[in-house]
């Protein structure tokens, strides 16, 4: 099996509309990332929210699902607290694959076993440089479909 993993340096920027979402405690972390991201040349939807007044995750897990459905863009990024409730509300839409990944070795897997769609992270579990690495290794993984590609497949009829 080949597994590969994004190399040292700049993302591939190839595809590179990025969808972000997160709720109140997900802003911070959703602004570092967003940075860096556009730094290395993504444009970024930004689906909010912006500021530190409580929101509710799920109303941005619904935000996420209707921009790749809508094809403004082909992957995104959601951010709550645990990673845990956005991931939920995200993967209620039936063309998300929401993965919530701690590290990027997750995020690669994530990518190149199950064609995740959506990376969801936690930013009180997880650090930025963990987050960035997740970040990197979510955008810069093919899906290597193969054996994989039926199972993936069998998602849809779920």
Not at 30 to 47: T, V
Request: contains cysteine.
């Amino acid at each position: 099996m080949s597994e590969r993993s994004a190399s040292a340096g700049e993302i591939d920027v190839s595809n590179s509309v990025v969808a972000m979402a997160c709720d109140h405690a997900g802003v911070e972390l959703k602004e570092i990332l967003k940075a860096e991201l556009e730094k290395s040349g993504h444009s970024i939807i930004d689906l909010g929210t912006t500021g530190p007044d409580p929101v509710d995750y799920p109303d941005f897990g619904r935000a996420m699902a209707d921009a790749l459905r809508e094809g403004r863009a082909a992957r995104g990024i959601v951010i709550c607290g645990s990673g845990i409730g956005i991931s939920i509300a995200a993967n209620r839409h039936a063309h998300v694959r929401a993965a919530l990944c701690v590290d990027g070795t997750m995020a690669r897997l994530a990518r190149l076993h199950n064609d995740a769609n959506v990376l969801a992270l936690g930013s009180r579990v997880t650090g930025v440089e963990a987050a960035k690495d997740c970040v990197k290794q979510f955008l810069a993984t093919p899906f290597e479909g193969g054996r994989h590609a039926g199972r993936v497949a069998k998602l849809s009829t779920m």
